[in-house]
């Protein structure tokens, strides 16, 4: 068979060695071997590992801190730019949303130092509270996306986007998805290039967009588009196989494996970047083929572009929108087109996985916070975390999540409704807190709303992972820093109502919620314990249930503990409680909110 020609990226250092690497950990090489000097992220799966990995360069080559929030992190590289050096921003797509206001002005303003963002796509909805295509993200804002394939690809784009950054003054971004992310696969390592910096551009016009500079930096966006539309047309970035003459497949990004794998010997143009389009490229691959399908993973970005210049072609027709592809999808569609025939066993299997709801932690010290908010009956607006689980049984204790900071400015206009006949609570975790919850606070104190804000501080951002922040006195490399303190900065908003509370310690915890929300104005309580998983899992000694005492009440099984079952065998006529030690961390929850103290530690019993 035809393989698809690839001449690869031209390096300018002798490869040193090769070996499995995850998408992320080749897009972190990527952005060290380009030479960057300046990095910063937010934390989000699946783009969380990328900072993780550049930490583990030397500091002597490049500075990468995890920042309060995507904007905070993308503001940050966009600094270095200006100063000169090579700067580099990672996030997940809803991440981009946060920056998105930096990055559209910065597309006019352009580069100094080259300016590059890494955003991971989530198709499949695997861990966001959306599914989006970041490739329409860069048509909005007019700058070029790369879209590996593979780990190679992976680092060989990244390192490409600094110089295409550089020779065109523009952000480009460099697009991955879950699987990319995630998956190994065998890579071919460079060395660092060491690029000297260049001074500061003390161009006034270009550098502050104020609208009589925006006016004029606008048409340079325009031009600057059909340049790289001239580059993209003759870049080895792109591959092309030339088979049959009939069918022909226009593919990009991480789903052109699976076009590979089910068309072997199909006609097939892989793009480096579906925006801008390299319409020359397309222009003579369309001539070579009878009929021509497009596969991309979500929105039709380059199936639009192509009926917009007037190609017949279909793409979305035939593969879905919603969700993420495999091959399975990938054989239905060129089924349905007629570029395959039917082999009967297109469709994707049936089986189902064994259920497994998903449940906090045992002994996360999350649970007897919602707990108590069941107990004074609020209505709770949460947020995005691992205390999202709440929502569902057996807590059900949160009413609404809508994005990263939400919760407390929901909380306000709850209030402000006058609609409400519960006690209105804004639920938050520390991280969250520090990426977008401060200023709605703010507001909630500005605007004298009768709201209680929960402050879950369990010490890391465990949703994704367990990483520092500027509330653990610890940076990305380990190193002591600064520490927020958490009510300090509450009474200094303006918070005149602030307690800070062990979640573990059960009554005093319910005492404290209940007297927050009878509090007339904003109130906060902090909930004080640390993640038992990260940094370190912590584990004391298990509990186990005095059977001859339990009722089979349910008291205990309402914490959502994974750790704690029904018993198989029946006593006295009716099903107990049973404890898993091998789960169990013995935090002492179930112990304190047992009715007939039935629950008590292995040794003790």
């Known amino acids: 068979m035809d393989q698809l020609v690839d001449t690869g990226v031209e390096r300018k250092t002798k490869p040193s060695k090769s070996y499995p690497m995850m998408g992320n950990e080749a897009i972190a090489r990527g952005v060290w071997e380009a030479g960057a000097r300046v990095c910063a992220a937010y934390p989000g799966t699946p783009s969380t590992e990328i900072m993780e990995n550049l930490a583990t360069y030397p500091r002597e080559d490049l500075v990468a801190e995890w920042a309060t929030n995507e904007k905070t992190a993308l503001d940050i590289a966009i600094g270095a730019s200006f100063s000169g050096v ?5 996030m997940k797509h809803v991440g981009l949303n946060v ?3 930096s990055l559209m002005s910065q597309s006019y303003i352009g580069v100094n130092g080259a300016l590059v963002l890494a955003v991971c796509d989530d198709p499949g909805i695997h861990s966001s509270q959306n599914e989006q295509d970041t490739r329409l993200f860069a048509k909005f804002a007019g700058v070029p996306i790369l879209e590996p394939s593979d780990a190679q690809e992976a680092l060989d784009f990244t390192r490409k986007a600094f110089d295409i950054s550089e020779e065109f003054d523009t952000p480009v971004i460099v697009r991955s998805s879950t699987r990319l992310s995630h998956t190994r696969s065998v890579v071919c390592q460079g060395n660092r290039t060491e690029v000297e910096a260049r001074e500061f551009n003390n161009d006034i016009a270009k550098n502050v967009m104020i609208p009589a500079h925006a006016r004029s930096r606008h048409p340079k966006v325009l031009q600057r588009e059909g340049h790289v539309i001239e580059y993209l047309n003759k870049s080895d970035l792109n591959k092309v196989r030339k088979s049959s003459k009939k069918f022909g497949v226009i593919t990009v990004g991480l789903v052109a494996t699976y076009v590979e794998e089910v068309l072997p010997d199909a006609s097939i143009l892989k793009l480096a970047s579906s925006f801008p389009l390299a319409t020359d490229l397309v222009a003579d ?6 009929q021509v399908v497009v596969v991309e993973e979500l929105e039709p970005v380059i199936e639009d572009q192509l009926k917009v210049l007037g190609y017949k072609i279909e793409g979305k027709k035939y593969f879905s929108r919603d969700g993420e592809h495999s091959p399975a999808t990938i054989r239905l569609g060129l ?11 297109s469709q994707p299997l049936s089986a189902e996985a064994i259920a497994r709801p998903p449940l906090l932690c045992a002994g996360c010290p999350h649970i007897t916070s919602y707990m108590a908010l069941n107990g004074v009956n609020a209505r709770v607006a949460g947020d995005i975390g691992c205390y999202t689980l709440a929502a569902i049984e057996p ?12 919760s407390i400015a929901n909380a306000i206009g709850m209030a402000q409704s006058g609609n409400e006949t519960r006690p209105v609570v804004a639920t938050i975790g520390d991280s969250t807190f520090l990426h977008s919850g401060i200023p709605p606070l703010i507001d909630a104190v500005y605007s004298n709303a009768n709201i209680t804000v929960l402050l879950l501080d ?13 509330a653990t006195g610890r940076s990305l490399r380990g190193e002591d820093t600064t520490r927020i303190v958490f009510a300090d900065l509450c009474r200094t908003l303006g918070v005149k109502w602030v307690r800070e509370v062990d979640s573990y310690d059960v009554g005093t915890l319910f005492r404290t919620v209940r007297e927050a929300t009878e509090y007339r104005g904003v109130s ?6 640390p993640c038992v998983l990260d940094p370190t899992k912590i584990r004391g000694e298990p509990v186990e249930v005095r059977t001859e005492k339990c009722t089979g009440c349910q008291s205990c099984m309402n914490l959502g503990c994974p750790a704690i079952t029904w018993d198989e065998e029946m006593y006295d006529g009716q099903h107990k409680v049973t404890i898993d030690p091998t789960k169990c961390i013995g935090c002492s929850i179930c112990t304190q909110v047992c009715p007939v103290d039935g629950i008590r530690p292995v040794k003790n019993s």
Do not use: P, W, Y
């Open 395 to 406: 807590l059900h204790a949160i009413h609404t999540t809508v994005a990263m900071g939400c």
């Open 99 to 101: 920056a998105s206001d």
């Open 335 to 345: 089924e349905q087109c007629g570029f395959i025939e039917s082999s009967g066993k």
């Open 86 to 90: 090579r700067a580099f921003a990672a």
């Open 458 to 470: 369990n010490h890391i951002t465990a949703m994704t992972g367990g990483q520092d922040h500027a």
């Open 285 to 290: 691959f369309m001539k070579s083929v009878e």
């Open 524 to 529: 906060v309580v902090i909930s004080n314990r």
